[in-house]
């Protein structure tokens, strides 16, 4: 079945360093890829997202491009900031109407 | 956007009573909701899908006469934890999309804490 495998955390980084947080998947059709956002205490809100092979989401200064010969949607940013200390989750959604999650990787950004 | 309100955001309730936890769609009508139960260590587990009108699609290991959900209309799911127990403490979050919209939109999720 589909799946998404995401790096494991947690992640501490100084403040401006890049970010990458590693994301694969596997899926037996062609499906939509998300990284979603979570801060404390609150729910997941959509950070980007990318619909076809080659397509790059980008939002906030975070990209990431759909990669179908590495099965690879890897989250980046050039230039990390305290505000997005936060839980990144990759997603898939297949053509079943079904969202696939992965676990979770905790970034804390320090000054 | 498209926004999701869940509510209550905070709940704290009895061992062996029920709770109830309401997901609205405020500007779409959502054909599709997910209801998901988040554990401490960040994961996401799908515990159904309902599309309204229909009876919702449980993931294996969940029980449907503990977590009931109902999707009576486009715009409104809930989800009541029947009999809560304490281990049934956890972070509720659901979900919801539309048709031809490939992304789901989140609520702010429920705190539910059974004392």
């Known amino acids: 079945g589909d799946s998404v495998t995401q790096m494991e955390g947690p992640v501490t980084l100084s403040e401006e360093a890049f970010l990458t947080i590693n994301c694969t998947y596997t899926?037996?059709?062609?499906?939509?890829l998300f990284w979603y956002v979570q801060y404390p205490g609150e729910g997941l809100q959509l950070l980007l997202k990318?619909?076809?092979?080659?397509d790059k989401g980008s939002n906030k200064g975070f990209e990431a491009t759909y990669r179908k010969e590495t099965t690879s949607f890897h989250l980046e940013k050039g230039s990390v900031q305290v505000s997005d200390s936060a839980v990144y989750f990759c997603?898939?959604?297949?053509?079943?109407?079904?969202?696939?999650f992965g676990t979770g990787t905790s970034l804390t950004v320090i000054p | 956007g498209a926004v999701v309100s869940q509510h209550p955001s905070r709940v704290i309730c009895k061992s062996g009573t029920s709770v109830k936890i309401e997901c609205r769609s405020l500007?779409?009508?959502?054909?599709?909701m997910f209801w998901y139960r988040q554990f401490p260590k960040q994961s996401l587990m799908l515990m159904a899908t309902?599309?309204?009108?229909?009876?919702?699609?449980?993931e294996q290991g969940v029980e449907k006469d503990k977590f009931l959900i109902n999707h009576a209309s486009l715009t409104l799911s809930t989800l009541t934890v029947t009999s809560a127990h304490p281990e049934d403490s956890s972070f509720y979050i659901c979900?919801?999309?539309?048709?031809?919209?490939?992304?789901?939109?989140f609520g702010q999720g429920t705190r539910l804490t059974v004392v």
């Open positions: 979900s919801a999309r539309f048709g031809g919209i490939s992304e789901a939109f």
């Open positions: 899926a037996t059709g062609y499906p939509s």
């Open positions: 990318a619909t076809k092979a080659d």
């Open positions: 997603a898939l959604s297949d053509i079943g109407n079904q969202f696939y």
């Open positions: 500007d779409f009508q959502a054909t599709t």
């Open positions: 309902s599309n309204e009108g229909s009876k919702a699609t449980y």
